[in-house]
């Protein structure tokens, strides 16, 4: 089953995101750091990436660039609270970037766009 990936600092907020996408069927695994993120897309076949820019313990685009090279059909969802990159820059830094969504983005719009670049880049979630 292809996995979708939330890599998220604050717990409650992950775990909202996650389970509002498991009701919608998705295989969903939380990663609070750079280095579990990078342990679950090694055991996983990663789809999605939902993966916020500001996390406390690590590199967001350490992340990023570990999925474009470990599983480079997956695309990244960057979420952030901050207005730092409103300015399109993620796309140049990040070549899996195909979104870029504030942290508040409402859980239903933000697994309708799990559910489209899942299904763009490859078999359906």
């Not at 295989?27 to 750091?33: G, I, L, Y």
């Not at 500001?54 to 207005?83: H, K, N, Q, W």
């Not at 990040?94 to 870029?100: K, R, Y």
Request: glycine share 4%; hydrophobic share 45%.
């Amino acid at each position: 089953m292809n996995t979708v990936l939330i890599v998220e600092s604050d717990r409650k907020l992950a775990d909202l995101w996650r389970r509002h996408m498991q009701r919608l069927g998705f295989d969903v695994r939380v990663a609070h750091t750079d280095e579990q993120a990078i342990d679950v897309i090694s055991a996983y076949d990663v789809r999605v990436i939902v993966l916020d820019l500001e996390l406390d313990d690590g590199s967001a685009m350490a992340v990023s660039d570990y999925a474009a090279v470990r599983r480079p059909d997956a695309r990244v969802i960057f979420v952030t609270s901050s207005s730092f990159f409103s300015d399109g820059s993620i796309f140049r830094m990040s070549a899996n970037a195909c979104a870029f969504l504030p942290s508040g983005t409402q859980p239903e719009d933000l697994a309708a766009m799990v559910d489209h670049y899942g299904q763009r880049y490859g078999a359906p979630l």
